[in-house]
């Protein structure tokens, strides 16, 4: 069974250029999380998906970030414009929300933004 | 919201020694998972451990969830056990995973 996909795997951009990233969940799996990891730090979570609705997106800075899982299943994250301060990993994780509510971890998109 | 606390913040041992590492969270959960983070950056599911004891080879762990804390054991330690060690809890009607600090561990040949 194939895991959580996440790309671009790395991506180098100027400030103030947009950037997007792409998930796709592990096959089934309805809730979909973004998450940020600043280096040294665990990660915090960004937004929640159940299907194509997000059920939470208060720690989403709505200024410039933005989050879109049009069909319920793969999803997008987007920033614009992108800071110097922005530059993180940032995760996308997938649970099964009629399993036993474990979250499975993508292997991440490393942000730098000069 | 939840707070989570892991010890020690940074472990350094020789190959073959055993080490524990503790997680503590401030209150109920209903769920509690621990993750190896590997120098790639991937989070690898250890445990999905929300109450009692679970054992995968060299690894265990088990939860208290009366006393709120978590213990994850390596035994015989490998030098590709290094990386970072998260405990991550979510408490009830929380949407997602809090994460502690971590544990740093390096294990040297």
């Known amino acids: 069974e194939a895991g959580v996909v996440q790309s671009p795997r790395y991506k180098i951009i100027e400030k103030k250029q947009p950037v997007a990233f792409w998930c796709n969940p592990i096959?089934?799996?309805?809730?979909l999380y973004w998450y940020l990891q600043n280096l040294g730090q665990g990660p915090e979570l960004l937004i929640r998906?159940?299907?194509?609705?997000?059920?939470?997106d208060s720690q989403l800075p709505k200024d410039r970030f933005s989050a879109e899982r049009l069909k319920g299943v793969d999803s997008t994250l987007k920033i614009q414009p992108a800071e110097l301060g922005d530059s993180a990993v940032y995760l996308c994780?997938?649970?099964?929300?009629?399993?036993?509510?474990?979250?499975?971890f993508g292997p991440g998109t490393r942000l730098t933004v000069l | 919201g939840i707070q989570v606390e892991q010890s020690p913040p940074d472990l350094i041992l020789q190959e073959g020694a055993n080490s524990t590492l503790r997680c503590n969270f401030s209150d109920s959960v209903n769920n509690l998972q621990w993750f190896h983070q590997n120098p790639w950056g991937q989070l690898i599911n250890l445990f999905y451990?929300?109450?009692g004891t679970k054992q995968n080879g060299r690894l265990s762990a088990t939860t208290v969830a009366t006393e709120r804390y978590s213990l994850l054991y390596i035994s015989s330690s490998q030098t590709t056990d290094s990386g970072v060690y998260f405990c991550a809890v979510r408490e009830g009607g929380a949407d997602g995973l809090t994460f502690g600090k971590g544990t740093h561990l390096i294990i040297q040949p």
């Open positions: 998906y159940e299907n194509e609705e997000a059920v939470d």
């Open positions: 096959s089934g799996h309805n809730t």
């Open positions: 994780a997938s649970s099964d929300p009629q399993g036993p509510n474990e979250q499975f």
């Open positions: 451990i929300p109450s």
